[in-house]
């Protein structure tokens, strides 16, 4: 049986295309691990921590994904945004 764990990012900042290089750790990844992600853009209402998912104008997407054997993902990461927005990476990692 295949475990799957869940991951996410705390927030993050960013625009453009750029490659993202996430520490899931070892214990959850390697070359032969199967990885998918998500993002989303974040806000965060008066008093309320910056943890809110919502659908904004921007287009955001995660392009690429390659994990390595010292627990990094490398994510190609498109936001196309004139100026820096806060976003969240969810990933999903199956290990057989």
């Not at 974040?42 to 994990?67: C, K, T, W, Y």
């Amino acid at each position: 049986m295949s475990t799957v764990t869940r991951l996410f990012s705390p927030p993050l900042q960013g625009n453009g295309d750029f490659v993202l290089h996430a520490n899931a750790g070892t214990q959850f990844v390697n070359r032969d691990s199967g990885v998918w992600a998500t993002i989303c853009e974040l806000s965060q209402p008066v008093g309320e921590p910056l943890d809110f998912p919502f659908i904004g104008a921007a287009r955001m997407s995660v392009h690429n994904l390659a994990p390595r054997d010292d627990g990094i993902i490398d994510m190609w990461i498109q936001i196309e945004w004139d100026s820096p927005l806060n976003y969240r990476v969810q990933v999903l990692v199956s290990n057989d």
